[in-house]
């Protein structure tokens, strides 16, 4: 099993920034991906920006630019800078990871129990 912890959270003013940042512990063979989903109320949880196990990055177009992830492979960390935020980025932030408990085990997912993010005036 792989606990993710998320901090960072908080209530920004627009055009202001965030960081978060997530652990992850617990006993794996492997971790692959990590990376941010958030879901805003009533609206489906999306896929933010994730780091594959190949060190290839993705971001959702609406975050492209403004959001920048990073991993640290030693540590299990991931992070997500926040830049330039707006209204519309108000969510749920949750930490995502896939891995494995072993070396042969099926891929398995794992998630934060959230972080809210607030953008408001």
């Known amino acids: 099993q792989v606990q993710l912890v998320e901090s960072g959270g908080g209530l920004v003013q627009p055009g202001g920034s965030l960081r978060l940042s997530c652990a992850a512990s617990?006993?794996?063979?492997?971790?692959?991906?990590m990376g941010w989903y958030r879901q805003a109320p009533g609206k489906q949880r999306e896929l933010v920006a994730i780091s594959s196990g190949g060190g290839v990055t993705n971001y959702a177009d609406s975050v492209q630019g403004r959001f920048t992830i990073a991993r640290d492979n030693v540590r299990n960390t991931v992070s997500l800078q926040m830049n330039s935020l707006k209204p519309e980025d108000t969510a749920v932030y949750y930490c995502?990871?896939?891995?494995?408990?072993?070396?042969?085990?099926?891929?398995?997912?794992?998630w934060g129990q959230g972080t809210q993010v607030t953008v408001s005036s």
């Open positions: 995502y990871a896939k891995y494995r408990r072993f070396i042969y085990d099926t891929p398995r997912d794992s």
């Open positions: 617990g006993s794996f063979f492997r971790i692959s991906d």
